[in-house]
């Protein structure tokens, strides 16, 4: 079965999640201010294009964000903590952005003795401005080329490099100002503010905060209509917004991505997740590709192997909660720092919850990804029954690939290294043996025992077939989903069915759940 299209709306609230999570947003912060922005264009009365313009900037303002952070972490310790505390500030009052890096600094050196403090702080202030310039322009360079691939227009491009500058040119990296300040850029500037601002110091605050900048960061025509209108504009936005209301706000023509673009547009994420750090550049990609291939040799069908790589391209998309401070430390993580590190695949599966098509399938998979089969593992602690055998590939690829990369607490370990150490997971009863050995055969590494069996000898398709009559479809219905003849999804199914040793769609049901082909996500129904 080829993959279902999907709107290409549901990426970029997919996306938008993420950026939430990495910038220290609140939740949904993205979505709501994208409806703001969009009611402000209605008051504004904007054209058609425009509009558009809007709607995508304001989804997509900060997925440049994750490059190089591991930069912006070493020279100011928590970097989600420094943007939530921008957020609060008006980045063109010079005081208030000294005293915010000041506070970055203390963060980090909180056990320092004063004397270096003080030190640290007189060097990271000289420093700031080498250190920040070139890491916003590549934040806004990688949202340019990320929104290249997921098909946005040139014009779209145009209003992603310019995501930091301000009407009274005290922005960065240009310090462009005036009209030279795309349109787009200064109202969604403006939205976004409006609602951090609400969020941190209330809606009274936030229009005094507002009325003070205008004519500064703000274009005083367009603070004055958020002003006037404050209360409509801004009504119902302290809450979700959901789904469905981003996509209605979407102008026409919508978007949809066929197969072929869904798979860049899953790769774009990937890159995206793997920029945040050096050691996990290519991180995702290799991962896909070696779940992807053990997935082909252990014969699963089509869309299954279409799964397990996009769930691979997105399997750490949660991981941008966690500060890259986290994530870059030497020593051992404290009990708190683990316990945010281990929700990683918790986040990632809300991230993609939303997308269209396969995206059940694929969130189902990224939300197992560090399960083991003896529930030793993370999040929910599930067990072998609630592993499908795409999940197992995905965790034994995952573990395998990770095992051959270097982290900053342990040396990268040689492919030898790294197969012992699946192996050793196996003996635990961790991970599935079929699994890792196909996994490691992908790897180029030699098979210790014979090729793993298909489940019961079942064909690719017959495996298609099993899970939609186990999900109810009678073989009419399967045979229609699966695009075939009814006389064909009847072959299939007596074949099936002698094939696993049952005589009844509820012995066929039983041992599809037993092997985990039908679970949450994975339906076919
Ligand atoms: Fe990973
Ligand atoms: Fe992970």
């Not at 005290?170 to 939205?191: D, E, K, W």
């Not at 936005?237 to 979407?250: F, K, M, S």
Request: proline share 4%; hydrophobic share 45%; glycine share 8%.
């Amino acid at each position: 079965m080829g993959a279902p299209a999907v709107r290409r709306a549901d990426f970029l609230m997919a996306l938008a999640y993420a950026t939430d999570l990495a910038t220290g947003h609140s939740r949904d912060f993205a979505l709501r201010s994208c409806v703001l922005a969009m009611r402000l264009a209605k008051v504004a009365r904007l054209d058609e294009q425009m509009c558009r313009a809007v709607y995508h900037q304001a989804l997509l303002r900060y997925i440049g964000c994750n490059a190089d952070t591991h930069l912006l972490a070493a020279a100011w310790g928590d970097e989600i903590a420094l943007r939530r505390d921008l957020h609060r500030i008006d980045m063109g009052n010079k005081s208030e952005f000294v005293e915010t890096f000041v506070r970055a600094i203390t963060r980090t050196l909180a056990d320092a003795p004063p004397a270096e403090l003080a030190k640290a702080v007189e060097r990271g202030l000289a420093e700031a401005a080498q250190v920040n310039i070139p890491i916003l322009s590549g934040h806004c360079e990688v949202a340019q080329r990320i929104a290249e691939r997921i098909g946005l227009s040139e014009e779209l491009r145009e209003n992603l490099g310019q995501i930091y500058e301000r009407w009274d040119g005290r922005g960065l990296p240009r310090g462009l100002s005036g009209n030279a300040v795309r349109f787009p850029v200064r109202l969604v500037t403006l939205a976004q503010d409006a609602i951090a601002l609400t969020d941190i110091h209330g809606f009274e605050s936030m229009t005094a905060m507002i009325a003070k900048r205008a004519g500064g960061a703000y274009e005083m025509e367009l603070a004055e209509v958020l002003l006037t209108h404050a209360e409509t504009v801004l009504a119902g936005l302290d809450g979700p917004v959901d789904r469905e209301t981003i996509l209605a706000l979407e102008p026409a023509p919508h978007a949809f991505l066929d197969e072929q673009a869904c798979e860049e547009a899953y790769l774009a994420i990937a890159d995206m997740i793997d920029m945040r750090m050096p050691f996990t550049f290519g991180h995702s990609r290799a991962v896909a590709a070696l779940a992807g291939a053990a997935a082909k040799q252990m014969g699963l069908p089509a869309s299954d192997i279409r799964g397990v790589r996009w769930a691979a391209y997105t399997h750490d998309i949660g991981e941008l909660a966690v500060p890259v401070s986290t994530w870059m430390r030497a020593r051992a993580l404290t009990e708190r720092e683990t316990d945010a590190a281990r929700l990683h695949p918790y986040h990632g599966e809300r991230a993609l919850a939303s997308l269209g098509g396969d995206g059940p399938i694929v969130a189902a998979l990224v939300q197992r990804h560090h399960e083991r089969l003896d529930g030793t593992g993370y999040h929910r602690n599930s067990r072998g029954p609630d592993l499908s055998p795409a999940a197992r590939i995905l965790a034994a690829a995952e573990a395998f690939q990770t095992a051959r990369e270097s982290r900053p607490h342990r040396p990268a370990l040689s492919d030898q290294a790294a197969a012992a150490k699946v192996r050793g997971a196996v003996k635990e009863g961790r991970l599935c043996p079929d699994a890792v050995e196909a996994v490691l055969t992908c790897a180029g590494q030699r098979a210790r025992r014979a090729p793993p069996k298909r489940l019961a000898g079942l064909t690719p398709r017959e495996i298609e077939v099993l899970r939609l009559i186990a999900a109810g479809n009678t073989a009419k219905e399967a045979a229609s989903k699966l695009d075939i003849a009814t006389k064909t999804a009847d072959n299939h199914i007596q074949s099936l069915y002698s094939k696993i040793g049952v005589t009844t769609r509820a012995g066929a049901a039983l041992y599809a759940l037993e092997r985990g082909l039908v679970q949450q996500g994975i339906s076919s129904a």
